[in-house]
T-cell receptor, first 110, second 113 residues
Framework: GENVEQHPSTLSVQEGDSAVIKCTYS??????FPWYKQELGKGPQLIID?????GEKKDQRIAVTLNKTAKHFSLHITETQPEDSAVYFC?????????FGKGTMLLVSP | DTEVTQTPKHLVMGMTNKKSLKCEQH?????MYWYKQKAKKPPELMFV???????INESVPSRFSPECPNSSLLNLHLHALQPEDSALYLC????????????FGNGTRLTVT
């Protein structure tokens, strides 16, 4: 089955800095890669996703890049704000099964 | 606010109780999911319903019993749970079971005493 590795497990940045979270996957058949943000006491919220026929996608301060050859994808957050503090999960999906990484706790200090 | 609504938000139950978790979505999605999430861990898939039929059961103990009365509703019936079943139970939905985004509810925080 699919295996998704996510790094780092925790990330502390100063407000205004950039944050990068990286994931690797094992199954070359995976073709959909979402990123979720989970705040305390809430469910995971989809923040951006990318499909395997695209190398990069951007939405305001958030971008995701995908390298199919190397089987890795990354989340980039620019100009971080304290409200970006949360746990971020990457995931990979092949047909119907979504496999999550173990999560990254991002802390943005004012 | 999420478009997937889960009730109740919190639930405390004894090991001999029977309770149900409810999930509702009105996005016209035809796939619905139950996930279990322990603290500091990613969500773990329990069940998948596609077009109101159970399509995946990830070897979940029979003390958890899912039900999909119609395309908008998903229930999880609980009976004779163990303290280790205490967790956040998340419902999610997607357009279908193929490559489409999953939308999660905010979960039910379950404590088994």
């Amino acid at each position: 089955g699919e295996n998704v590795e996510q790094h780092p497990s925790t990330l502390s940045v100063q407000e205004g800095d950039s944050a990068v979270i990286k994931c690797t996957y094992s199954d070359s058949a995976s073709n959909y890669f979402p990123w979720y943000k989970q705040e305390l006491g809430k469910g995971p919220q989809l923040i951006i996703d990318i499909r395997s026929n695209v190398g990069e996608k951007k939405d305001q301060r958030i971008a995701v890049t995908l390298n199919k050859t190397a089987k890795h994808f990354s989340l980039h957050i620019t100009e971080t704000q304290p409200e970006d503090s949360a746990v971020y999960f990457c995931a990979a999906r092949e047909y119907s099964t979504l496999t999550f990484g173990k999560g990254t706790m991002l802390l943005v200090s004012p | 606010d999420t478009e997937v609504t889960q009730t109740p938000k919190h639930l405390v139950m004894g090991m001999t109780n029977k309770k149900s978790l409810k999930c509702e979505q009105h996005m016209g999605h035809r796939a619905m999911y139950w996930y279990k999430q322990k603290a500091k861990k990613p969500p773990e898939l329990m069940f998948v319903y596609s077009y109101e039929k159970l399509s995946i059961n990830e070897s979940v103990p029979s003390r958890f019993s899912p039900e999909c009365p119609n395309s908008s509703l998903l229930n999880l019936h609980l009976h004779a749970l163990q303290p280790e079943d205490s967790a956040l139970y998340l419902c999610a939905s997607s357009q279908d079971r193929t490559v489409s985004p999953l939308h999660f509810g905010n979960g039910t925080r379950l404590t088994v005493t």
